[in-house]
């Protein structure tokens, strides 16, 4: 990409901003907005601080006021936030059916005419789309965020594991080999949505583009591909691979977590998005990227009328409120100038969206995710994400059921239609 807008030149398009522009505007031409993010510590908090600060130098009458929200929390209070008429001006966006719903509601300003030809260029057509909708964009990506297993090559090697898995036969195989010499593989079920990624990756491969598509529009799940995602997770889970106590266990909050669990040696691997390194970086005794940490995608799946080289992921992004002013849309075309899609990688430890910022890049892992991105037949959105909040929550307590015993595939499949009916 070409090099975005200069600080400089930001500055120029976010002088003021009337009160034709919603609320955060004064008289004088002085504009405050509110900014929510889910970065609570560490560079994450440190880069959206300086990001903010940096932007307020450039733009002497803008203000931006920052709230921090653990991850786990904001969607539910941006959820409560938006409904009571009291958002924030700039807040982080999942996309999806999530995003569909706030764009009916009236939430979100249509900011198509706002992105800037140069984050255009810079962030192309594709990632673009995921912050689009009947052609309209209401949000944009800052960061790619594909999934898939996240592991220790040391842990790897210590038992007898010498090359990655493919098949979910040769999963099976590496993880008994791990069981022996301790925890195979991280699982914070007590969050819900990771124990429900392991069902949505395994959807991914039992069910064709065509299926994940056609329940995206008509919120049916009746596909006989959805049965056999439950039951191949079920099978297994019921090999036992997770840590002890999975289903008490949070993904990423404390060394105890799942992220904290591969960033300290005492778990060979997590399914997880791409913003686990810089989880487990923050997780590790030193506060450093964990040195070993590897990563392979999910594998393939017998039976299945999915491609096995697709990828399940997301591109988080940020939106502007309904009645935020224009210079929000400066923030975000601003945050996505190659500078700060730079430093964005270098914070999260996380793929930026930027393709010229993608040259940064050094991590072996992140390569590794690059390059199983780039082969991707097709990139499906989270299944929470893709199919609305409360489909999305329905799987996730329908898959946390199935795995501590109190629910089967049939209940999972009964509760997401359910859910479905209820809009």
Not at 409 to 420: F, L
Request: a negative charge.
């Amino acid at each position: 990409m070409a090099a975005v807008l200069a600080l400089s030149t930001v500055g120029l398009a976010a002088c003021s901003g009337g009160d034709e522009d919603g609320g955060g505007s004064d008289s004088g031409g002085n504009v405050t907005m509110t900014l929510w993010h889910n970065s609570t510590t560490g560079p994450g908090k440190a880069f959206w601080d300086k990001a903010v600060a940096d932007f307020h130098t450039a733009n002497p009458t803008v203000t931006i006021k920052i709230q921090s929200i653990q991850n786990e929390d904001l969607d539910g209070k941006l959820q409560t936030s938006l409904n009571s008429g009291s958002a924030p001006d700039i807040f982080l966006q999942r996309g999806g059916g999530k995003m569909a719903a706030m764009v009916e509601a009236g939430q979100l300003k249509d900011i198509t005419d706002l992105v800037s030809p140069e984050t255009k260029a810079a962030v192309g057509d594709a990632a673009l789309g995921t912050g689009q909708i009947d052609g309209k964009t209401y949000g944009v990506p800052v960061s790619i965020l594909p999934g898939g297993f996240w592991y220790s090559k040391d842990i790897f090697k210590k038992a007898g594991i010498t090359s990655l898995p493919t098949t979910v036969e040769e999963l099976n195989a590496a993880a008994a080999k791990l069981k022996a010499t301790g925890t195979p593989i991280a699982l914070g079920a007590k969050d819900a949505w990771p124990a429900a990624h392991w069902f949505y990756f395994f959807a991914l491969r039992a069910c064709s583009k065509a299926s994940l598509d056609a329940a995206a529009k008509d919120k049916n799940f009746t596909d006989p591909c959805w049965t056999k995602a439950g039951n191949d997770l079920k099978a297994f889970a019921d090999t036992q691979p997770y840590n002890n106590g999975f289903l008490t266990t949070s993904a990423q909050q404390g060394a105890g977590s799942s992220a904290g669990l591969v960033a300290n040696g005492k778990a060979g691997m997590e399914l997880m998005g791409s913003w686990d390194p810089g989880v487990i970086a923050g997780l590790t005794k030193d506060k450093k990227p964990l040195p070993d940490l590897g990563f392979f995608p999910f594998p393939a799946v017998p039976g299945g009328q999915g491609d096995p080289a697709a990828i399940m992921g997301g591109a988080d992004g940020f939106s502007c409120s309904e009645k935020a002013p224009k210079e929000c849309a400066d923030f975000l075309n601003y945050i996505l100038t190659k500078p700060l899609q730079e430093a964005y990688y270098k914070a999260f430890n996380s793929l930026p969206v930027s393709k010229e910022a993608q040259g940064a890049v050094t991590e072996d892992y992140l390569k590794a995710v690059l390059e199983a991105y780039n082969k991707a037949p097709y990139v499906s959105q989270w299944l929470d994400t893709l199919y609305g909040q409360n489909v999305g929550n329905a799987l996730n307590v329908g898959v946390v059921n199935l795995l501590a015993g109190k629910g089967d595939v049939a209940g999972i499949i009964k509760a997401t239609n359910d859910a479905a009916k209820k809009g």
